[in-house]
C-alpha cells in the first residue's frame, strides 16, 4: 500500500500516542474526523497497522533480566525452520525471534525473572530444540533504547 505525506504523519503520532482518540488525531493532522477515520480503518485492513499494545516497565513488573540468545542449528531446511519457529512461539518468554544470517541462524530476545528462570528456560526449552546444536546468550546489563518507532 502506498503511504502518502498524511498517512506517514498518522503513523508516526499512533506510534507514540496509541491511545489518542479520533478526534484528537483528525486535529493534530488537520483534517475532519470522518476522513481521518477512514484513513486509519484502511491503514488497519490493508495491514500497516497490525495491532495496538502498551508499553510495559519490564523492572516494575518483576522482569529485570533481558538476555540475547543466539542458536545454531544442524541443518537448515524448511521443515527445521518450521519446527523451532513453533517451539519458540510457544514460549511466552520468548519476546522475539529472528532467522538470522552469520554465526546464529535464530536471535532471541527473552525477557526473565532472574538468572533462575533463564536457566530453567535454557534447560527446559531452547536446549530441547530440534536440530538445535549450539545456545549462546548475553545478558543486558543497560537498556539505552527499546522498542523505538519505526523510521517513516
Do not use: W
Request: charged residues 25%.
Amino acid at each position: 500500500m502506498p503511504l502518502d505525506r498524511v498517512d506517514r504523519q498518522m503513523l508516526a503520532i499512533l506510534q507514540s500516542e496509541g491511545r489518542i482518540s479520533n478526534a484528537a488525531l483528525a486535529e493534530r493532522l488537520h483534517m475532519s474526523p470522518s476522513p481521518c477515520l477512514r484513513r486509519l480503518r484502511a491503514l488497519e485492513s490493508s495491514g500497516v497497522i497490525t495491532g495496538y499494545t502498551a508499553v510495559l516497565d519490564r523492572p516494575r513488573l518483576g522482569l529485570a533480566l533481558t538476555v540475547f540468545v543466539d542458536l545454531k542449528v544442524e541443518r537448515h531446511s524448511d521443515q527445521s525452520a518450521a519446527e523451532i519457529s513453533r517451539a519458540l512461539s510457544a514460549a511466552p518468554e520468548i519476546i522475539s525471534a529472528h532467522i538470522v544470517s552469520g554465526v546464529a541462524d535464530f536471535r532471541l530476545e527473552v525477557v526473565v525473572r532472574d538468572l533462575v528462570d533463564y536457566e530453567r528456560l535454557m534447560f527446559d526449552t531452547l536446549l530441547k530444540l530440534p536440530h538445535v546444536t549450539d545456545v549462546r546468550s548475553d545478558f543486558v546489563l543497560r537498556t539505552v533504547k527499546s522498542a523505538a518507532p519505526l523510521p517513516l
